[in-house]
């Protein structure tokens, strides 16, 4: 339950708590949305715009995860200084437009320009939700409720392709953002009339570069709030790694291009069943327990995996198979690790979730692009590079820990 809520009804017009929770993750889903829906528009995009080299085509996807991660240290600050509410329909009012300017680009560089600028736009929602759940809530119930909201971040991609193939039979891959245009109107005034202001007013910051270069020096002074961040860096480069590269392994590893829908979904389905199920179960055994197994068991159905794809000519059944069970094992280590990044962090929790987010986006971006520029045909690249993100994530835990995985208690940052 929120921590800082009473027992007494939501003011007239306003969200109660269930709905709070529902308008977060609706608010997660922009980008979810945004990434994903595009997959099966990146042949028709080449094509239309002139782009041959399939490689290339990941810069749609990348440019926005880029985006995405450079403007986060702007959004933390303005919501510390000015409220989360202002700030958050600020940011979504520019990702609507922005996917608008997508949408009519004639080309690939202003198309590549716009997707940039739509990440930077949308990445108020990812600082956002975060500083509003740690605002919201406290310990477990945070762990709880960060589950919920990120398990729509998992759930979108299971839908997200299908959608866009949809939106392909009805219309050139323009209209794609057309309806992502909408999307993000909605939610900008879904949260605009129903959404309370949730910080505090003894957290309020002033906006000067001294204050801001205080909160970024204490989030990255703080063992935890360091070290859980770098851990997601590396497990977020596994999962940009995915994103951009799973078109050409269906396409062109496997020469299955109609399987392409199926195929998100038959593993993130998985995965927002896990996401769900974390969600009910942290409480009972704790954060650090379930996201500390959560990342074992990635890191060692990861490097499985590479070994299988290093012996024989996997079958794509049991790609997809071994993906699902990765992924399954990512939900229970995300959203937890955002909460222990988050743990100590609640004074600072806008410029906190800032800082986390420049760092793990960008870094995982750049992971997750250098993997899909490895693509040669075959999955073996990709996976190789999936493994060793897991890897480097469980050994960057392990140190923030002081090698104490697993431990039910707090460790001191």
């Known amino acids: 339950m929120p921590s800082n809520e009473s027992n007494t009804p939501p003011a007239r017009g306003r969200a109660g708590a269930k709905e ?3 308008l977060l993750a609706g608010l997660m889903a922009l980008n979810a949305f945004a990434i994903d829906a595009m997959i099966p528009a990146l042949p028709d995009i080449g094509a239309d715009l002139g782009v041959a080299e399939d490689n290339r085509r990941q810069l749609v996807v990348v440019a926005y995860m880029l985006g995405f991660g450079a403007s986060q240290l702007l959004w933390g600050p303005l919501a510390d ?12 009012a520019l990702y609507t437009l922005f996917a608008i300017l997508c949408g009519i680009a004639r080309s690939f560089e202003p198309l590549i ?3 940039f600028a739509m ?5 108020v929602s990812r600082v956002l939700v975060v500083a509003m759940v740690r605002d919201l809530f406290e310990g477990e119930a945070m762990a709880r409720v960060m589950s919920l909201t990120f398990m729509v971040f998992m759930v979108v991609p299971v839908v997200a392709p299908t959608i866009g193939q949809l939106i392909l039979l009805a219309g050139p891959w323009r209209l794609i953002f057309i309806v992502l245009a909408a999307y993000g109107l909605a939610m900008g005034l879904w949260s605009w009339f129903r959404l309370s202001e949730t910080l505090k007013p003894e957290y309020r910051r002033a906006l000067n570069l001294g204050e801001i270069w205080s909160a970024v020096r204490a989030t990255l002074a703080d063992r935890l709030s360091l070290g859980y961040t770098m851990a997601l860096t590396a497990t977020f480069g596994g999962l940009t790694a995915y994103i951009a590269s799973i078109q050409q392994i269906v396409f062109d ?7 392409i829908g199926l195929v998100f979904a038959a593993i993130a389905a998985p995965m927002a069943a896990a996401s769900w199920a974390n969600s009910r179960i942290v409480g009972r055994f704790g954060t650090r327990r379930v996201g500390h197994s959560g990342l074992a068991a990635f890191a060692l159905v990861t490097v499985v995996h590479a070994a299988v794809a290093m012996s024989f000519d996997e079958p794509l059944w049991l790609f997809v198979v071994l993906m699902a069970l990765a992924f399954v094992a990512f939900a229970f280590t995300s959203s937890n690790l955002s909460t222990l990044a988050m743990a100590n962090m609640a004074p ?3 410029t906190a979730s800032s800082v986390q987010g420049v760092v793990g986006t960008i870094g995982g971006a750049l992971i997750g692009f250098t993997i899909g520029q490895a693509f040669d045909g075959t999955i ?3 996976l190789i590079g999936l493994a060793l993100c897991g890897l480097a994530a469980l050994a960057i835990s392990a140190w923030t820990e002081r090698g104490r995985l697993f431990a039910a208690l707090e460790t001191p940052a």
Request: charged share 15%.
């Open 81 to 92: 200084r000015f409220g989360r509410k202002p700030i958050l329909a600020a940011g979504v």
């Open 348 to 350: 600072i929790a806008g």
């Open 119 to 123: 990440g930077a736009s949308a990445a």
């Open 20 to 22: 709070i929770v529902a």
């Open 380 to 382: 073996r690249p990709f």
């Open 113 to 115: 320009a716009a997707r």
């Open 253 to 259: 590893a496997f020469g299955r291009p109609g399987a």
